[in-house]
């Protein structure tokens, strides 16, 4: 019987499966690309995970807590804290430059663009981080509209979900293009078309 390493290697598993999806997507990897790595036998990736859907739920999971995190502390920062919902959103949407930045993409729009590789608990996973995201810029876009910041007639909720998709698009777009800016191009554009015009 093998001794244990004394390696995390469950935190390790899901490190190094979290940045394989976000460079190439769920099959883009095997369990036999992880142990190769990590200098393990496949076998005992199943002690930790006997499907690789198991692992990647638990990846999906993760990330979800981590970005959740990642927004609260825009809301929470200071200045940030009184900050007008267009420098919050702003700021959100650097999240997703960073990471483009990195070469990377966001996790659970990975996950989305393989979605017949992956099961029921992965999926309630990726399906909740989209729900908060567009939660979160739906408050954010009606605390705007509210304050006056944002056009009278703004819809929160639809644009809410127009500039998450928008997001998601420039982080794919900005890989094939070296722009990991775009993000925050597509932020600030949309944002402008909120505002109101002075004298309208």
Known sequence: ????????MRDELLA???????QAGVSGFS???L???LGIKAPSIHHHFPRKDDLVA?????????????????AS?????????????????????????????????????????????????VTGFFAEQADWLRGQLAAGVAGGEFRSDVDPAR???????????????????DRA?????VADDHLSLLTPTIGG
């Open 58 to 74: 638990e990846v999906a999971a993760r990330y979800r807590a981590e970005f959740a995190e990642a927004v609260e502390a825009i």
């Open 16 to 22: 190094e499966a979290r940045t394989r999806i976000q």
């Open 31 to 33: 369990y036999g690309d």
């Open 77 to 125: 920062a200071e200045p940030a804290a009184d900050a007008a919902s267009s420098d919050r959103i702003r700021a959100y949407a650097r999240l997703f430059a960073t990471t483009a930045a990195a070469d990377l993409q966001c996790l659970c729009g990975a996950i989305s663009a393989d979605w017949v590789a992956v099961g029921e608990q992965t999926r309630a996973e």
């Open 181 to 185: 800016d775009l993000a925050s191009r």
């Open 159 to 177: 644009q809410a979900t127009l500039l998450l998709t928008a997001l998601e698009g420039a982080i794919v777009l900005s890989r094939a293009g």
């Open 35 to 37: 142990a190769s790595t």
């Open 1 to 8: 019987m093998a001794r244990p390493s004394g390696r995390p």
